[in-house]
């Protein structure tokens, strides 16, 4: 039974997707490097950011590429908002007394102001943030918490926090509603897919809070993701990364179609 939640913040409980694609836009601009396109900055975006800025800009310093990020999306952050769903699923957490936890990169103070925007203060037990890496912090979390891996679920949109979830041993699953998309996040191999907290919603009150899925355990819940009309054909499933037990962080993500400009070379 499900009686911990764990959820990532930036697309899976509020939208602020088009405020972190403009905020790097300017930091590509600044950086003397081409933009992107909405739809070329979700197929590259990644965490840990680290690793997209060593992608693109890796003659810049992380410290100004920071003040860059930060000036910028201190200035369009009031586009950011709640999720349709969250709300509700919080509120559903609350009744059937889950406890809740936040784990997410987004820096503290912009975390605290869009928490507060959207209310959802008195809906989360403890926050995490300006987490880099979830894998490094998961287990953390779990043992300063006394969670059991088996009754905890994490929430989130992009394959760094399915990889979270296999690593600190909980269930995973993957919504919708924020930077990847479904094919991304297929191959990270999520315990469940759905299109957003509302699907899981319905999911669990059908299964009591029993994400058996999540354990490995026969009665698998499927997986009840349907395409977004935006996005292609379904491609065939790929074959799974995920992270083998006891390994360590799994391998960097595999390279993709030269689909966007590359970035200039390094300085000397
Ligand atoms: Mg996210």
Redesign the pocket.
């Known amino acids: 039974m499900i009686r911990n939640i764990i959820f ?5 409980l509020v939208d602020d997707l088009p405020a972190v694609w403009e905020a790097t836009n300017h930091v590509f601009s600044q950086a003397g490097i081409p933009t992107l396109t909405l739809d070329q900055f979700r197929a590259e975006f990644c965490l840990p950011f680290t690793g997209f800025y060593q992608r693109y800009t890796p003659h810049v310093p992380m410290a100004q590429l920071e003040e860059w990020f930060h000036g910028k999306f201190r200035q369009v952050q009031h586009s950011v908002e709640a999720l349709p769903h969250a709300r509700e699923f919080l509120q559903f957490c609350r009744e059937r007394g889950v406890k809740t936890f936040v784990l ?1 990169t987004v820096h503290r103070e912009h975390f605290a102001l869009q928490n507060r925007k959207v209310g959802f203060e008195a809906f989360l037990d403890r926050p995490y943030v300006e987490i880099w890496d979830k894998r490094k912090k998961i287990h953390d979390l779990l043992a300063e918490n006394a969670l059991v891996a088996e009754e905890t679920l994490f929430i ?3 394959e760094h ?1 399915i990889e979270t979830a296999h690593h600190g041993g909980v269930g995973s699953c993957a919504v919708l509603t ?2 990847n998309s479904v094919q991304q996040l297929r191959s990270a191999r999520p315990d469940v897919i759905v299109e957003h907290l509302g699907e899981l919603r319905a999911l669990l009150e059908r299964n009591a809070m029993e994400l058996s899925a999540a354990r490995g355990s026969a009665a698998r819940v499927p997986s009840t993701v349907r395409e977004p009309a935006r996005l292609p054909a379904t491609a065939p499933r790929p074959r799974g990364r995920r992270t083998p037990p006891g390994a360590r962080f799994p391998s960097a993500r595999p390279a993709r179609p030269a689909a966007v400009p590359a970035p200039r070379a390094r300085r000397p």
């Open positions: 990532d913040w930036s697309g899976t997410s989130g949109d992009m926090d924020g930077y």
